[in-house]
């Protein structure tokens, strides 16, 4: 029977997938398609997608390559550090946002700061949510 660990790596690299192709697709149409503000905005989700999807690809195939070598239980507890680390680098960009936010009244700087905290706070909740449910048990 495969140990859960490697499902619920493939779980979690297809939901980032979703949510980067949700923003590169709703980005671009924001960006292209209103104002400053939306234009900041939209950078901000296309520029987080594109990172977000490259992460998902690569964390896809390394998750497959390791499988055949690696401890299920190491895995597991490598993926929650991995996500308790990213968890407190969402706190960041979170804070980030709201900094530009502060920092500038320029429509399109509101944009990217609003950009920046929806993607920190979306990122926040997936981390946090994927750190408590990490499999550790070993079968």
Sequence with gaps: ???????FESDLTNRLLVWSILSLLSGLYIWFATNEFGR???IQLVAWGAVDAAIAIVGARTA??????ADPKNEALFIRKVLWINFGLD???ILGGFWVIQSYSESFWQGTGWGIVLQGAFLF????????????EVK
């Design 1 to 7: 029977m495969q140990n859960p660990i490697w499902k």
């Design 40 to 42: 900041g905005f939209g």
């Design 125 to 136: 909740l997936f981390d946090l949510i994927h750190a408590l449910r990490v499999p550790i």
């Design 91 to 93: 706190v960041l960009y």
């Design 64 to 69: 497959a390559r390791r499988k055949s070598t």
